[in-house]
């Protein structure tokens, strides 16, 4: 790969503020998902309800934490191969087992 | 320490923790995959139900977001030249880290003494390999914030060596959100 001049680190990032807010919104959702795994009449939809507040958690912090929403395209799609292979390991891997599909027994 | 633009335009130490944490995603993908393909599977207990402790793990979980934020706060410290705030955060994500890893030591302790081992069934196989591994990440985690905080109490993390922290922030950051999933996989989705 080609070298060039040497680059500062990225200095294209969040406020200050923006990140005490996205603490703030980290913490609440941690807060929701706890709430949730305790409250019975939630138990039938708990695992979409968390999946999606995890997610939201994840996107949080690779978008402001680790930069993502303001570096390069590059890095979003270095990250998002190796998370859609995960993903494909995981449900792979689930479905060989029978954890999930057709004869699931959890 | 100087580092060279890849054809991207990124740093070439900044592509390579990319390329490292992207790796880092399959095999946390493959520890989570285990963990899930022989959940519900043990023939004795102590099971996730019986044993797993959410009040604790929730408090630990809020402790390692927060030292995301004292993370990026460092980093954001060191690119303005600020050494006092640089330290005092970079100080916040050691302390931080150190309550977790807390946490996790107290909460393997306690499972052992409640019968849950390694050896003991397939869900104690899968969740000490699967936070252990994340644990050992903390640790390392932790021991590279020291060397930064030693740099920048020796006056050598200026805003010139900022990429040094915005390298291991990314590795700081990964590690949180591998817990993220954890958490929801392992502690709430039972």
Same mark, same amino acid.
């Given at each position: ?28 959702? $941690? ?44 890095? $979003? $799609? ?8 995960? $993903? ?19 | ?8 335009? #990124? ?12 790796? /880092? ?22 099971? +996730? ?5 959410? +009040? ?48 996790? #030591? ?7 003494? /409640? ?76």
């Amino acid at each position: 790969m080609a070298e060039h001049a040497a680059p500062e680190s990225s200095k294209g990032h969040a406020s200050k503020s923006t990140y005490w807010l996205i603490a703030v919104i980290l913490g609440i959702i $941690t807060m929701l998902e706890v709430a949730v795994f305790y409250v019975p009449l939630l138990h039938s939809v708990i695992v979409p309800i968390l999946l999606v507040l995890s997610a939201a958690k994840f996107a949080l912090v690779a978008m402001f934490f680790m930069h993502l929403k303001f570096d390069k395209p590059v890095l $979003t $799609t270095l990250f998002a191969g190796g998370i859609i292979v995960a $993903t494909v390991i995981i449900l792979s891997m689930m479905l060989l087992f029978g954890t999930i599909g057709p004869g699931a027994h959890m | 320490m100087d580092s060279h633009a890849t054809t991207f335009g #990124v740093p070439s130490r900044k592509m390579a923790m990319w390329v490292f944490i992207a790796s /880092e995603c399959m095999f946390f993908g493959s520890l989570i995959a285990t963990y899930l393909s022989y959940e519900g599977k043990s023939l004795v207990g102590p099971t +996730p139900e019986e044993i797993l402790n959410i +009040p604790l793990t929730s408090v630990s979980t809020f402790v390692l977001l927060m030292s995301s934020l004292a993370m990026v706060l460092a980093l954001d410290a060191v690119q303005t030249g600020d050494r006092r705030l640089a330290r005092l955060w970079l100080g916040a994500v050691i302390v931080l880290g150190g309550l977790f890893l807390g946490g996790q #030591v107290y909460e393997f302790n306690h499972f052992y003494h /409640e019968g849950l081992t390694l050896q003991q069934n397939l869900f104690g196989a899968t969740f000490f390999v699967l936070t252990g591994f994340h644990g050992a990440h903390v640790t390392v985690g932790v021991i590279w914030m020291v060397t930064l905080l030693v740099m920048s109490l020796r006056g050598r993390l200026g805003p010139e060596r900022s990429l040094d922290v915005e390298v291991a922030g990314l590795y700081w950051h990964f590690v949180d959100v591998v817990w993220i999933v954890i958490f929801t996989v392992v502690y709430l989705i039972q």
